[in-house]
């Protein structure tokens, strides 16, 4: 691909409205997963620079939250303009870090745009109400930005993901500290620097990177902090709700799933599998909303798994800055440890390889975190993979006859994020649509995230939603004014 610009070696913290490059401090490599060499250096903050971000953010919120709200939106819409004005040059180099073919990335810088307007245009919303009282009195009720925010994001949508926390923080009236993950920290650094450059304080939003468990047990545990938001694994997820529940500190938490995918016999076929192989395969599988639990009515199961396979084994996998490229590498070398050990377990179980299943090197070289597109049919409920999410590009195919068995199949694990289901039938799908325990349910369609649409997940899955009006009211609280 033509005009891939140089991975930035001066990796930077931003701090107070300060670029602050490496000093003293700690570093960590960035690793290229498409080949496993070092792109840079990255420079951890230390527990100074943490405690420097959060005495600016203090100061921040208290002179943002009295900021004219147009004022506030007007520099969000700025935001989402340099966004799009930049995708081009922020795209490669998520790629370059993360792995994702640049018409994914670019998807993802324009995706993080349109978070910006919606919150530019929601922030005057943030409405209260007016009780009834008799002449004279008043009781009001107010919505108000929350305080200071620890936003924690992770690697699979290093750019979207931060946006996602940062445009409602923003336009709450709250100010933010951002600890991206250590891996992607080039697309996260672009994306803090179009807020400046929008001309946000930078005492408002800030950028740190560290070793993760150092940096959320400190911003947490100060009483600066007023709200913590997570993307991530159950496990950190609820860990992170146990050093909030300290300081009674308020969370939002986005902790993926397990996402079941309902295919009934009378669905459209062909156009199912348009909708889904390409879906299955975005991101290489590293999506907290991936289709990931096949369950196929048996009167469609052996065509349907026949046409997956078919159509996975033509699927371009290589260097995600070639336009061919239709898949990129793992991002870092930890998924293809995990996911080629829960498919040969799966296999050990009875699970049929019908396509991939194992690491290989498409681009002829060794060194990158490459993992072949697959297929396992015949699935055991018992296979470990059935139950933990392989966030990998690995596609779980089960038959079922019933209808209330494919409800109970989908129900049955503790996660409750995203599910999927294909019908024609129209009243099947009204009961899928009530029936089915998550927080998100697509029916015919794996388009279940947008801007003005909460997301987020029950059971195991998460705690509260982004986006959508949920999302801007999860930086304020409520309270109530009485005056007579
Ligand atoms: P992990 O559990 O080590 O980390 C998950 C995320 O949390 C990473 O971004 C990491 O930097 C961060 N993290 C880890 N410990 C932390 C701590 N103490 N404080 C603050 N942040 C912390 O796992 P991983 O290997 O990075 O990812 C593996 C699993 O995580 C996946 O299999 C998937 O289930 C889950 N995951 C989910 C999402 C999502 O969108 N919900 C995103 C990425 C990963």
């Known amino acids: 691909m033509a005009d891939t610009p140089a991975y930035p070696t001066d990796l930077q913290l931003y701090i107070d409205g300060e670029w602050i490059g490496r000093g003293d401090r700690d570093v960590q490599a960035v690793?290229?997963?498409?080949?496993?060499?070092?792109?840079?250096?990255?420079?951890?903050?230390?527990?100074?620079?943490?405690?420097?971000?959060?005495?600016?953010?203090?100061?921040?919120?208290?002179?943002?939250?009295?900021?004219?709200?147009?004022?506030?939106?007007?520099?969000?819409?700025?935001?989402?303009e340099l966004l799009r004005e930049r995708a081009g040059e922020i795209a490669p180099l998520l790629t370059m870090e993360q792995g994702k073919p640049v018409k994914e990335a670019i998807g993802e810088v324009i995706g993080a745009a349109a978070l910006f307007d919606w919150f530019a245009e929601e922030a005057r919303r943030a409405y209260g109400r007016v009780l009834v009282r008799p002449p004279g009195q008043r009781s009001m009720v107010l919505q108000q930005p929350?305080?200071?925010?620890?936003?924690?994001?992770?690697?699979?949508?290093?750019?979207?993901?931060?946006?996602?926390?940062?445009?409602?923080?923003?336009?709450?009236?709250?100010s933010i500290i951002c600890k991206p993950p250590e891996e992607t920290p080039?697309?996260?650094?672009?994306?803090?620097?179009?807020?400046?450059?929008a001309g946000v304080p930078g005492n408002v939003a800030q950028l740190v990177h560290g070793v993760p468990a150092e940096v959320s047990s400190h911003l947490i545990a100060s009483?600066?902090?007023?709200?913590?938001?997570?993307?991530?694994?159950?496990?950190?997820?609820?860990?992170?709700?146990?050093?909030?529940?300290?300081?009674?500190?308020?969370?939002?938490?986005?902790l993926g799933g397990h996402a079941p995918v309902l295919i009934f016999d009378?669905?459209?076929?062909?156009?199912?599998?348009?909708?889904?192989?390409?879906?299955k395969f975005r991101n290489a599988g590293q999506v907290c909303v991936a289709p990931t639990r096949f369950y196929v009515q048996s009167g469609v199961y052996d065509r349907f798994v026949e046409e997956f396979t078919s159509r996975t084994e033509q699927f371009t996998v290589g260097s995600g800055l070639e336009d061919a490229t239709q898949m990129g590498p793992l991002a870092n070398a930890r998924r293809p440890e995990?996911?080629?050990?829960?498919?040969?377990e799966a296999k050990a179980n009875g699970a049929r390889v019908a396509t991939g299943g194992a690491r290989y090197t498409?681009?002829?070289?060794?060194?990158?975190?490459?993992?072949?597109?697959?297929?396992?049919?015949?699935?055991?409920?018992?296979?470990?993979?059935?139950?933990?999410?392989?966030?990998?590009?690995?596609?779980?195919?089960?038959?079922?006859?019933?209808?209330?068995?494919?409800?109970?199949?989908?129900?049955?694990?503790?996660?409750?994020?995203?599910?999927?289901?294909?019908?024609?039938?129209?009243?099947?799908?009204?009961?899928?649509?009530?029936?089915?325990?998550?927080?998100?349910?697509?029916?015919?369609?794996?388009?279940?995230?947008?801007?003005?649409?909460?997301?987020?997940?029950?059971?195991?899955?998460?705690?509260?939603?982004?986006d959508g009006i949920e999302g801007l009211q999860a930086y304020m609280v409520t309270k109530a004014v009485h005056q007579a």
């Open 223 to 254: 009483p600066v902090i007023r709200k913590l938001s997570f993307t991530g694994s159950v496990p950190v997820g609820k860990h992170l709700m146990k050093l909030a529940a300290e300081n009674v500190t308020r969370t939002t938490m986005e």
């Open 338 to 344: 995990a996911v080629g050990a829960l498919i040969d």
């Open 186 to 197: 080039a697309c996260a650094a672009a994306l803090m620097k179009c807020v400046a450059d």
């Open 31 to 80: 690793v290229n997963p498409e080949s496993g060499e070092t792109l840079a250096e990255l420079p951890l903050a230390t527990t100074d620079d943490l405690d420097r971000a959060l005495a600016a953010a203090e100061i921040g919120f208290r002179e943002w939250r009295n900021r004219d709200v147009n004022e506030r939106g007007a520099m969000l819409r700025k935001t989402a």
């Open 146 to 174: 929350i305080g200071p925010v620890a936003a924690f994001s992770p690697w699979n949508f290093p750019h979207f993901l931060m946006a996602r926390k940062l445009a409602p923080a923003l336009a709450a009236g709250c």
């Open 266 to 279: 009378d669905c459209d076929l062909d156009r199912t599998l348009d909708i889904l192989v390409p879906q």
């Open 362 to 466: 498409p681009t002829g070289k060794d060194g990158g975190f490459f993992f072949q597109p697959t297929v396992l049919a015949d699935v055991p409920l018992e296979a470990r993979i059935m139950s933990d999410e392989p966030f990998g590009p690995v596609a779980l195919m089960r038959p079922f006859d019933s209808f209330d068995e494919a409800i109970e199949q989908a129900n049955r694990l503790p996660y409750g994020l995203a599910a999927f289901a294909f019908t024609e039938n129209g009243r099947q799908a009204n009961r899928l649509g009530d029936l089915i325990e998550a927080g998100m349910v697509g029916i015919n369609t794996v388009g279940i995230s947008s801007a003005d649409a909460p997301f987020g997940g029950v059971k195991q899955s998460g705690y509260g939603s982004e």
